[in-house]
Nanobody, 125 residues
Framework: QVRLTESGGGSVKPGDSLKLSCAVS???????MGWFRQAPGKEREFVAT????????SYSDAVKGRFTISRDNVANTLYLQMNALRVEDTAIYYC???????????????????WGQGTQVTVSS
């Protein structure tokens, strides 16, 4: 297991941008990583995932073209750049990690073994 700490959430207006960070306690390059979110009254949903080296990514249809997942394995940090935010993007955002083979990604939250505490993103006019 690894400790994950999200930051960068906040309250913004529709159309604004926000960048989330997830600090990994160590050895980030050993983990496939992902971002998930949970809105009030809804189930947790997949947002984006990235392979260990960063060369492979996958996004949900809801965020494709607006969000970008990236990672810096030297800094042990995962990022989520969120542009053109919408009211429906309001949720608690969680980062997750799972040790895995180098060239793969996972969209299912059940496969991840470590989770952060979450950071709140609120989009409101």
């Amino acid at each position: 297991q690894v400790r994950l700490t999200e930051s960068g959430g906040g309250s913004v207006k529709p159309g604004d941008s926000l960048k989330l960070s997830c600090a990994v306690s160590g050895g980030a390059s050993n983990f496939v990583m992902g971002w998930f979110r949970q809105a009030p009254g809804k189930e947790r949903e997949f947002v984006a995932t990235i392979s260990r080296g960063g060369g492979l990514t996958s996004y949900s249809d809801a965020v494709k073209g607006r969000f970008t997942i990236s990672r810096d394995n030297v800094a042990n940090t995962l990022y989520l750049q969120m542009n053109a935010l919408r009211v429906e993007d309001t949720a608690i955002y969680y980062c997750a990690a799972v040790p895995s083979d180098p060239v793969t990604t996972y969209t299912s939250g059940t496969l991840y073994t470590s989770w952060g505490q979450g950071t709140q993103v609120t989009v409101s006019s």
